[in-house]
């Protein structure tokens, strides 16, 4: 038996503080964030003076910025403050639209070789980085394949984000990005 939830957004943004609560203290913090940047920056060996490893830490500045002002928190987020600020500051674009400018700026880091599509190797690599090995991770690339074509494009990526933010269907490809589905 299948048990749906009430509210699958809050569910999808719940499994989000999680993956992103790196040390699992049960708060987020920037230093969470920093260390995601620094694992895109280690494991695509980059240079922290990369364009896109300086695009990808000024969107996640501008995200913690925007998590804060919606989230009520001084230095940190319980989860159900992040919970409400990523919804809040997913719809609200007055300063920062975090819907298009994260998910480009870590697509820029994962398409390694700057084709505008992410590759089975890539999706591996980003896997590897996420340190998210499940025996089904490699299935989520073919979910997020919209098309069949054996590649990730940016649309398809940017909608799988789109559809983690706002979709109630915890079935679409941008439910499986962190598990949901």
Known sequence: MTTTSA?????KMSSLFEATDTNHDGYIEWADYQLLIDRYISGYRMDRNDRRAQALTVAYMMLWQELLRHG???HRLDKGQFV???RAASIDTSRFNMVEAMPHAV???????GVNTIS???????????????????DRFMILDTDGDGQVSRQEFIRSVREFLYSGDLSAPGGVIFGIA
């Not at 697509?107 to 070789?113: R, V």
């Not at 896997?127 to 490699?138: G, H, R, W």
């Open 120 to 138: 089975k190797d890539e999706f591996a690599q980003l896997l590897k980085v996420l340190d998210f090995a499940t025996p089904d991770a490699m």
């Open 84 to 86: 409400n600020a990523i």
């Open 107 to 113: 697509f820029d880091i994962i398409d390694a070789d």
């Open 72 to 74: 009520n928190g001084e």
């Open 7 to 11: 509210d699958p957004i809050g569910q």
